[in-house]
């Protein structure tokens, strides 16, 4: 039975009924033209997609959309032309190909000869034309990155073209039981990669038509996340199996605890963790803490440091002030040394953690809750 969805207007209602498109063709080009009918968030994925390829010529063929994620992830969406299953295998093992083209490229590879090409060529929305890089084609996205949430992305990239852990999808207005069944196997057998299904429909009405996507299949593989994904990334485990000193290895371990008590967000990148606020006027959280190994660092923040990058601070008006006293918190903490860079942040050292751990987590919990009361504070009137 067809799906209906009741459309409301100034000049009453009205229904619009699923009804089959012309054709597959007729689908393709609506998707294409709006690629943000593709349900990012559904992939696991955040925000709109950027395109940085449409009908771009790789070794194995023209595919039909390659999409980039904020989190760094590429999305490879082929289109099936038919309702057949093997029209299904074929757009299946296009996306195959499509992949093996991209693995292994450097991010400049990638940059100047796919995502370029694509700017310079006929294809590229108005929004995007005259655009001659991958930098200055993100920068065009409501994406609103700082400099580290920049650099997670490229890093991300990097990983994702160096092991071809790409998301394929194949796009269409139907799938059968059996395509469904061999992207769950494909998905609990796959090493790299996850695939999914996007059901593509078309509403039409007395006034109007409309489209919408769904994904019907694409369940990311057990314990994965978008920020995990991947050779290159570490995790909880691996980063605690990384300390020698058990004071300070069940020190960390109990800070890590606290934070996601908190609510706080845990992004695990090559080398080590960012914790992250969520605030009410960006949708990407707010780095407040870093945690590396010994030997590695991010803008001289090493071991262990709290505060905040002055870039992103000054994007975040509505919390800057509940920030500010959380890094002046912090600097009260016996022991913390101030980060000689950019960052307005402290660091304490591995023989420090122990004893600071509850002043930490402290400060923690009081500016969490600080931001978590600008969100649920009425706008003001002016």
Same mark, same amino acid.
């Given at each position: 039975m067809p799906?209906r969805v009741?459309a409301?207007?100034p000049?009453?209602?009205?229904d619009l009924?699923e009804v089959?498109?012309e054709s597959?063709?007729a689908?393709q080009e609506?998707v294409k033209l709006?690629?943000?009918?593709?349900?990012s968030?559904?992939l696991g994925?955040?925000g709109?997609?950027?395109v940085?390829g449409r009908e771009?010529?790789?070794?194995?063929?023209?595919?039909?959309?390659?999409?980039?994620?904020r989190?760094?992830?590429l999305?490879?969406?082929?289109?099936?032309t038919g309702?057949?299953?093997?029209d299904?295998?074929a757009?299946?093992?296009?996306l195959?190909?499509?992949?093996?083209d991209?693995w292994?490229?450097t991010?400049?590879?990638?940059?100047?000869?796919?995502?370029?090409?694509y700017?310079?060529?006929g294809?590229?929305?108005?929004a995007f034309?005259?655009?001659?890089s991958l930098?200055?084609?993100?920068s065009?996205t409501?994406w609103e990155?700082?400099e580290?949430e920049?650099?997670?992305?490229?890093?991300r990239?990097?990983?994702?073209?160096?092991?071809?852990d790409f998301r394929f999808?194949? /796009?269409?207005q139907r799938?059968?039981?059996?395509?469904?069944?061999s992207?769950?196997y494909?998905?609990a057998t796959?090493?790299?990669?996850?695939?999914s299904l996007?059901?593509?429909?078309?509403?039409e009405?007395?006034?109007?038509?409309a489209y919408?996507?769904?994904?019907?299949?694409?369940?990311?593989?057990?314990?994965?996340?978008?920020s995990s994904?991947?050779?290159?990334?570490?995790?909880?485990?691996?980063?605690l199996?990384g300390i020698a000193?058990?004071?300070?290895?069940?020190a960390?371990?109990?800070?890590l605890?606290?934070?996601? /008590?908190?609510?706080?967000v845990t992004?695990w990148?090559?080398?080590?963790?960012?914790?992250r606020v969520?605030?009410?006027?960006?949708a990407?959280?707010?780095s407040?803490?870093?945690?590396?190994?010994?030997?590695?660092?991010?803008?001289s923040a090493?071991?262990?440091?709290?505060?905040?990058d002055?870039?992103?601070?000054?994007q975040?008006?509505?919390?800057?002030p509940?920030i500010?006293?959380?890094v002046?918190?912090?600097s009260q903490?016996p022991?913390?040394?101030p980060?000689?860079?950019?960052?307005?942040?402290?660091m304490?050292?591995?023989?420090?953690v122990?004893?600071a751990?509850?002043?930490?987590?402290?400060?923690?919990?009081?500016?969490?809750?600080?931001v978590?009361a600008?969100?649920?504070?009425?706008p003001?009137r002016g």
């Open positions: 799906r009741l409301q207007g000049d009453g209602s009205f009924v089959p498109a597959e063709k689908l609506i709006n690629p943000q009918l593709i349900p968030d559904d994925l955040d709109d997609l950027l940085v771009t010529s790789l070794a194995s063929g023209a595919i039909d959309l390659l999409c980039l994620a989190s760094g992830d999305v490879l969406i082929e289109f099936k309702p057949q299953n093997p299904f295998r757009a299946l093992a296009q195959i190909d499509y992949g093996s991209l292994g490229m991010l400049t590879d990638f940059d100047n000869g796919v995502v370029q090409r700017l310079s060529g294809h590229v929305s108005e034309k005259g655009l001659g930098a200055e084609a993100v065009k409501n990155l700082g580290e920049l650099g997670t992305l490229n890093a990239l990097t990983d994702v073209l160096a092991n071809g999808v194949v /796009a269409a799938f059968t039981p059996a395509m469904i069944k992207l769950q494909l998905n796959a090493r790299y990669g996850q695939y996007v059901q593509v429909i078309r509403m009405g007395s006034q109007l038509s919408s996507a769904q994904v019907v299949s694409g369940t990311a593989r057990s314990g994965q996340t978008a994904v991947g050779t290159g990334r570490t995790n909880e485990a691996n980063f199996a000193d058990d004071e300070y290895r069940d960390m371990k109990e800070v605890a606290g934070a996601s /008590a908190l609510g706080l992004y990148g090559a080398k080590g963790a960012s914790l969520r605030t009410p006027d960006r990407e959280p707010v407040i803490a870093w945690a590396f190994l010994e030997g590695d660092q991010w803008f090493r071991h262990l440091s709290l505060g905040v002055r870039e992103t601070l000054a975040v008006h509505s919390v800057q509940a500010e006293a959380f002046q918190e912090v903490i022991g913390a040394k980060v000689p860079s950019k960052l307005d942040a402290y304490f050292e591995p023989a420090i122990p004893r751990k509850a002043s930490i987590i402290a400060a923690l919990e009081h500016v969490v809750a600080a978590r600008l969100g649920d504070e009425p003001s």
